[in-house]
C-alpha cells in the first residue's frame, strides 16, 4: 500500500502528519511513532529551491520508514513527499551499522557535538546553546578556529571570546595551538543568546597543522537549536588561513 506524507500549515507551526494505512493517520510525535536515530536533520537544497527537513529512521509498528519533506519559503507551501521505506528491518535501521549517526541511516545514540539533541545535553563539551549559534566539529588535533564578525565590525574569536555589542562569546575553543584544550573529538562554539537584528558572518580558519595534513569540518548556524545551514568543508592551507562559510540575517 502507498503511504503518503500529509503537511497542513497551522499558524506560525508546523504540523507534519504521516498516514501509515488506510484506518489511520499519526503525527510523528504521536505515541507509538518513535525516531530511531540521533537526530532530524534540516538542510538548504538549491537543487529543491528549499529546506530540506529529514529524520532518518522512524519506526511503527514494527516497521521502519525514513521521511523527506520539503519546505518552499517563496510561496511558503509544503511539497508532498512519501515516506520510504529504506529499513525494512531492526538492524539495518536502528544499529550502529546502519548509519547511527546525524545524516547517516538512523541507529546508536548520538554523540557527537554536531547533533543539536546531543549538544543542547553537553553544554560543557559542546558549547552553550542560544538563539543564534556558530559550530564546528571535526576529529583529529589539529587547530580550527571559529570566527563570528557582526556587521561588519564585532569580531569574535580567539583573541576576542567576548562581544560587547552583540553578547556572543566563545565559549569553546578546542585545541589551542595544540597545546590547550587538545581533543580528537574538537568542537568551537560561539552563541548569541539574545543576537540583535543584523548580518552574522561564519568563518573557519585553519591555524596550526597538529598532525594531520587537513581537517573535514562539519559547520553549522543553528538558530533557537536548531540546524539551518550546514556543509562539510576541508581545511588544508595552515597559518590562520579563513574563508567565509556562512552568512545569517536576524531581522
Excluded at 67 to 86: Q, R
Excluded at 115 to 123: G, L, Q, S
Excluded at 150 to 159: A, D, K, L, P
Amino acid at each position: 500500500m502507498k503511504r503518503y506524507l500529509f503537511v497542513l500549515l497551522v499558524g506560525l507551526g508546523l504540523t507534519i502528519g504521516c498516514c501509515f494505512s488506510s484506518a489511520s493517520a499519526l503525527s510523528i510525535l504521536d505515541s507509538g511513532v518513535t525516531n530511531q536515530g540521533c537526530c532530524a536533520k534540516l538542510d538548504w537544497s538549491n537543487a529543491a529551491g528549499g529546506w530540506i527537513l529529514r529524520i532518518p529512521c522512524l519506526e511503527f509498528q514494527g516497521e521502519y520508514y525514513g521521511l523527506e519533506l520539503i519546505y518552499n519559503p517563496n510561496n511558503t507551501t509544503v511539497m508532498e513527499f512519501d515516506l520510504f521505506s529504506a529499513w525494512p528491518t531492526n538492524s539495518s535501521c536502528a544499529s550502529t551499522s546502519g548509519g547511527g549517526t546525524c545524516g547517516g541511516g538512523g541507529g546508536a545514540t548520538c554523540t557527537d557535538c554536531s547533533c543539536p539533541d546531543y549538544a543542547r545535553t553537553h553544554p560543557t563539551e559542546c558549547g552553550a546553546t542560544g538563539k543564534l549559534n556558530f559550530r564546528i566539529t571535526w576529529h583529529d588535533k589539529n587547530d580550527v578556529d571559529l570566527h563570528g564578525i557582526y556587521n561588519g565590525s564585532e569580531h569574535i574569536y580567539y583573541s576576542h571570546k567576548q562581544g560587547s555589542t552583540t553578547g556572543g562569546k566563545l565559549d569553546v575553543d578546542a585545541n589551542a595551538g595544540c597545546s590547550s584544550n587538545v581533543t580528537t573529538r574538537p568542537v568551537e562554539n560561539i552563541v548569541y543568546a539574545n543576537p540583535p537584528a543584523g548580518e552574522y558572518v561564519m568563518k573557519v580558519c585553519g591555524y596550526r597543522s597538529c598532525g594531520s595534513s587537513s581537517s573535514s569540518v562539519t559547520a553549522q548556524v543553528l538558530v533557537n537549536g536548531n540546524v539551518v545551514q550546514e556543509k562539510t568543508i576541508t581545511v588544508s592551507t595552515w597559518g590562520n588561513h579563513c574563508v567565509e562559510v556562512f552568512r545569517q540575517t536576524i531581522r
